[in-house]
């Protein structure tokens, strides 16, 4: 007896249709699994027998083989329990085989035949849809995040049992949960984080809300205490909403790294990710025996912050040149090569020193050698990708109090958020039609049609080129900020004050780690 059901795999970020066939023969009795499979996914022959068996089903003495088409595709995960019983149940007799043909199965199934949740449900959810199949069955507590998908009928059920109740009986079907697609936006809160919470440092405001409105990577540079990790957490709450959209695609990464919490349907805030210096490589960038996403694929779409910078390990810093230039991962193998998204903004901070008082030589007993060899594990290359660099000063006392004519200053972030909101509008306008979203990513071939200047700004960008020792790279990314700035003011031309903010944007780089070279 011959039967077949439908299930489906991650490779990277995609999900990939599985046939299950199952065969049942004379021979010798046996449960024999084949199809390019890992350790894990072999490992369900145990896990579905057992609870077949506890849930009073007999096998009976018969040659079973279970294959997962294609061969030449590695299967992972223990997603494959589900549709490998419905499968087996069905070659018996057990169910009713009609609705198999139009249905995903996808879950882990314990020992006494509950069904578990299972990673990366949501792109397995969208890829069925896109196939054209009508349901997924899956365990109770994935049921929302794949319902979230919208088109497709999504059941959770409790145990095999169930399954198996609904598969022979669909008018008893329970649990369908059906989401209409929606293209709102959510303004995300990130856990009650404000910037009117930060006293003073209004330039480090100030570049991180050019920095928001652009899509701009940003460093700060200060000694300890000077606010650079509390303004750091407060991007997100300044970028414009997610759109359902971009809620899909980031849950989508977040899910097959299962950091997504049970009964999640979609993550409405956008991310911030602050991995500890101490964090490799490949779990930056990702990778792996099977490749997953790293560090920074989870930031897509919102922010990756990288506190005391010059303590991460150089070859960790040097892997992000790439992702930042690019905004994708690509992690290749013999056998396959896999894409991550890794649209990010990068936020990093730093103290000026190892002590983290230079140039206050009335604190700081560091020695230039000692500051020189800190300010060295970050490479040009690496500078070279920060839009904008601001140093945070130390905070008076009558700021931090909040004493009158300082704490006026103090914006909430929803009012920042939304002068960045119609700066991107205009950046919407801007690339309609094309595929740039933001300023940040304008290629070099077109800034002169996107940043054009007029003759007294082409002469003072000029001068700052030559003496600044810009890169050609530190050029362009000069232009794009001035870009960012003249959205903000709501200016369609760049003039000579949006470029004399962008140029000191970089007058500290400068100051710490001197021109750029040649």
């Known amino acids: 007896m011959f039967k077949r059901v439908f299930s489906a795999c991650i490779l990277g970020v995609e999900a990939h249709i599985i046939e299950v066939e199952v065969d049942l023969s004379d021979g010798l009795p046996g449960f024999e699994m084949v199809g390019t499979l890992t350790q894990e996914v072999k490992e369900a022959r145990e896990r579905v027998k057992t609870a077949l068996k506890n849930l009073g089903f007999s096998l009976p003495a018969k040659k079973v083989t279970v294959n997962l088409s294609p061969a030449n595709v590695r299967k992972e995960g223990c997603g494959f329990d589900l549709p490998i019983a419905v499968a087996v149940l069905a070659a018996l007799g057990y169910i009713n085989d009609e609705e198999l043909d139009r249905t995903i199965f996808v879950g882990e199934v314990s020992l006494d035949g509950t069904i578990r949740p299972v990673r990366g449900i949501l792109s397995l959810a969208d890829q069925a849809k896109k196939c054209g199949f009508m349901r997924v069955i899956t365990g109770e507590e994935n049921v929302a995040e794949a319902a979230a998908i919208g088109g497709i009928v999504a059941a959770g059920a409790k145990d095999l049992l169930e399954v198996v109740e609904w598969l022979n009986y669909p008018e008893r079907i329970c649990g369908y949960r059906e989401i209409s697609e929606q293209g709102e936006e959510t303004n995300c809160t990130h856990r009650g984080l404000d910037f009117s919470d930060v006293r003073g440092q209004l330039v480090v405001k100030r570049a991180a809300e050019v920095a928001a409105a652009g899509m701009h990577n940003l460093l700060m540079i200060g000694a300890p205490g000077t606010g650079k990790t509390m303004i750091a957490e407060r991007i997100p709450t300044i970028l414009p909403g997610l759109t359902r959209e971009e809620q899909i695609e980031i849950t989508k990464i977040h899910s097959i790294c299962g950091q997504c919490p049970p009964g999640t349907s979609l993550i409405k805030e956008r991310p911030f990710r602050a991995p500890h210096h101490t964090v490799p490589a490949t779990a930056l960038t990702g990778g792996g025996r099977i490749p997953r996403p790293g560090e920074i694929s989870l930031a897509h779409g919102g922010v990756l912050f990288l506190d005391e910078l010059p303590e991460f390990r150089r070859e960790t810093l040097e892997a992000l040149r790439?992702?930042?230039?690019?905004?994708?991962?690509?992690?290749?193998?013999?056998?396959?090569?896999?894409?991550?998204?890794?649209?990010?903004?990068?936020?990093?901070?730093?103290?000026?020193?190892?002590?983290?008082?230079?140039?206050?030589?009335?604190?700081?007993?560091?020695?230039?050698?000692?500051?020189?060899?800190?300010?060295?594990?970050?490479?040009?290359?690496?500078?070279?990708?920060?839009?904008?660099?601001?140093?945070?000063?130390?905070?008076?006392?009558?700021?931090?109090?909040?004493?009158?004519?300082?704490?006026?200053?103090?914006?909430?972030?929803?009012?920042?958020?939304?002068?960045?909101?119609?700066?991107?509008?205009?950046?919407?306008?801007?690339?309609?039609?094309?595929?740039?979203?933001?300023?940040?990513?304008?290629?070099?071939?077109?800034?002169?049609?996107?940043?054009?200047?007029?003759?007294?700004?082409?002469?003072?960008?000029?001068?700052?080129?030559?003496?600044?020792?810009?890169?050609?790279?530190?050029?362009?990314?000069?232009?794009?900020?001035?870009?960012t700035i003249a959205d903000l003011a709501e200016e369609e031309q760049i003039t000579l004050a949006h470029l004399g903010e962008a140029i000191c944007y970089r007058g500290v780089e400068e100051k710490f780690w001197g021109g750029e070279d040649e």
């Open 322 to 483: 790439q992702p930042l230039e690019e905004g994708r991962v690509t992690v290749s193998r013999l056998q396959a090569s896999w894409v991550f998204p890794a649209e990010v903004m990068l936020v990093a901070a730093m103290n000026p020193c190892p002590c983290g008082f230079y140039p206050d030589r009335n604190r700081c007993n560091c020695r230039e050698r000692e500051i020189h060899r800190y300010l060295s594990h970050i490479s040009r290359p690496i500078l070279d990708r920060v839009d904008l660099c601001v140093e945070t000063p130390k905070v008076s006392y009558e700021e931090l109090a909040g004493k009158r004519g300082f704490c006026d200053a103090s914006e909430s972030s929803a009012q920042i958020r939304e002068r960045v909101e119609r700066a991107r509008q205009w950046q919407q306008r801007r690339f309609a039609g094309t595929n740039l979203r933001f300023n940040s990513q304008i290629p070099a071939s077109e800034t002169k049609k996107y940043c054009a200047l007029g003759a007294k700004e082409e002469g003072m960008m000029k001068r700052i080129f030559e003496q600044m020792k810009l890169s050609a790279r530190g050029y362009h990314r000069v232009l794009r900020v001035a870009r």
